[in-house]
């Protein structure tokens, strides 16, 4: 190469090198945080996808079952015709005085968004910080129809989903690094990273899984001794009812225990309740309100706060982004900073917010829609509780394999006994064994699940999370696609009875020195 060119090629080296982004300090709580239900599974998955749009690609299926995350209408589930409509006429209004919209649209559907409308002028403008009035009014009955008793609007925030109202309550307790605050371990991880982003303690407690993921007093109780004994400053407990990744119902009994341990240790307690209506068992939603106020009158004033969502139950409309939170037995320093919080932001979407009224307050008995409206809600929760029992049945004659019934939600958490070779490859690779079983998982069938390990789980045990939201039809393909991979793994890797045994023992043998690791 010529003088002049290696100088040519020296300075385009150079310009490259000052084109390029420098590298920057982040902020590390952003780095350590972990969302396991959209992290490394579900990238491959996209990957994937990307190779099979418009060409063969040689992979061993034609599809990805997103399994991994509660998003019912990905997967086919249909929205509700009276709240698409609602929404719709909240978004163009003209359209209800045209007489293609007279025809298109029930009148109560009519009626109703000309009532949002009356409250908030139009959807394209900012509501008050605390939400819609209107709609926390509808709010508040709910909850008084549910519960039998009291509820103000003033104790009702609305919010994008539960999460930005579990992120706020939990920014706003976290105010030192030794403050901390309890959850269950299995648990949906949007609590572990939104304590990792403020810099407080995650203190789990382990739900019984012999006993169908029940929680007890005294695994409380070894949980908030473990963290007072560490220096930490317990604010807040959590409890997921019913449950995720678990999908138990609590039992009266159990939410009693919870409400009198944290009264006795001055715990503010954040009950998750977004899945109080997919209920697929005998046990019935009791909301944490209620029991409260249904016990002796000393614990009426505890520190609660309740959260729910339109993204689950029979709506599943995630990408709305509605939900709420009630705040009770707070003072009125909190509320203020909670309302300061909420003002940050501006507001809740506003679309949200009529969703979140439709959702606690939909079509009266005797209205042009109800009828509708109920076959819809109840088809859909009856095709729910199908999928959950085949789900869980069909698992549990899987080798080496034990999910406990759902009873609630939209998720199993089987035990899985690895074989000790399959662990021992694992290490080899450097992964967690259900990681790597999850991996394999997708890359032979598909199938996108989300290992035990991104929720918790005792050590020596390994799980995955699946979702029951395929529709009827391809919830049986993925079984069997599922059956077959499962099979051959075990059979590749010589899984024997005693591998079962063995990860029954180590669930069984969990001690508090071990359970205070997580």
């Not at 972990?34 to 992979?59: N, P």
């Not at 004994?229 to 959590?238: D, E, M, N, P, Q």
């Not at 039992?251 to 919870?258: D, F, G, P, T, W």
Request: aromatic share 8%.
């Amino acid at each position: 190469m010529s003088q002049r060119r290696k100088t040519a090629a020296a300075a385009a080296d150079r310009g490259a090198a000052a084109a390029a982004p420098k590298p920057r300090k982040l902020n590390q709580k952003v780095v350590e945080a972990e969302y396991a239900v959209r992290g490394e599974l579900v990238i491959k998955a996209d990957q994937y996808r990307q190779q099979m749009e418009g060409k063969a690609t040689g992979l061993p299926f034609k599809e990805i079952i997103a399994c991994n995350i509660g998003n019912p209408q990905e997967l086919g589930q249909k929205p509700l015709d009276f709240f698409r409509q609602v929404v719709a006429l909240c978004q163009y209004p003209a359209a209800a005085a045209t007489p293609e919209g007279q025809r298109i649209f029930a009148p109560d559907a009519i009626q109703r968004a000309q009532a949002y409308l009356a409250s908030m002028k139009t959807t394209g403008a900012y509501t008050s910080s605390q939400g819609t009035r209107a709609v926390r009014e509808e709010v508040a009955a709910f909850i008084e129809r549910r519960d039998g008793y009291k509820s103000s609007a003033e104790d009702i925030y609305l919010t994008d989903g539960a999460s930005s109202g579990v992120k706020a309550v939990i920014q706003l307790l976290i105010s030192a690094p030794n403050d901390g605050v309890m959850i269950p371990i299995p648990q949906y991880p949007l609590y572990s990273a939104t304590l990792t982003l403020c810099g407080g303690v995650q203190c789990g407690y382990y739900l019984d899984e012999a006993n169908g993921w029940a929680l007890s007093r005294a695994e409380l109780e070894r949980s908030l001794k473990a963290a007072q004994k560490k220096g930490v400053s317990v604010k807040a407990l959590v409890v997921i009812n019913p449950g995720n990744p678990t999908g138990q119902v609590l039992s009266r009994k159990n939410m009693e225990e919870v409400v009198e341990f944290c009264h006795a240790n001055g715990v503010l307690l954040m009950a998750d309740e977004v899945y109080q209506t997919n209920i697929y068992a005998s046990t019935p939603f009791t909301s944490f309100k209620k029991v409260v106020h249904a016990m002796p009158k000393k614990y009426h004033n505890l520190e609660l706060v309740s959260f729910h969502s339109v993204s689950k139950g029979f709506l599943g409309e995630c990408g709305q982004r509605g939900g709420y939170m009630e705040v009770c037995g707070v003072d009125a320093a909190f509320r203020a900073q909670l309302l300061k919080f909420a003002s940050i932001s501006l507001c809740s979407n506003s679309t949200g917010q009529i969703m979140t009224g439709l959702m606690v307050n939909p079509p009266a008995e005797g209205s042009p829609s109800y009828a509708h409206y109920c076959q819809q809600r109840d088809d859909t929760l009856a095709s729910l509780k199908r999928r959950a029992k085949v789900l869980a049945d069909t698992l549990n004659t899987l080798s080496g394999v034990r999910c406990n019934a759902i009873e609630g939600a939209m998720y199993g958490f089987p035990m899985v006994a690895l074989p000790p070779a399959f662990v021992a490859e694992a290490k080899k690779q450097n992964k967690q064994p259900d990681v790597l079983y999850c991996l394999r998982l997708l890359e032979q069938t598909g199938i996108v699940v989300v290992p035990g390990s991104g929720f918790g789980q005792i050590p020596g045990t390994w799980h995955f999370r699946t979702t029951i939201l395929p529709s009827e039809a391809a919830i049986a393909e993925l079984l069997g696609r599922m059956r077959t991979f499962h099979e051959q793994l075990m059979h590749e890797y010589g899984y024997k009875k005693s591998d079962f045994d063995a990860a029954l023992a180590a669930r069984a043998g969990r001690t508090p020195h071990t359970a205070s690791r997580l």
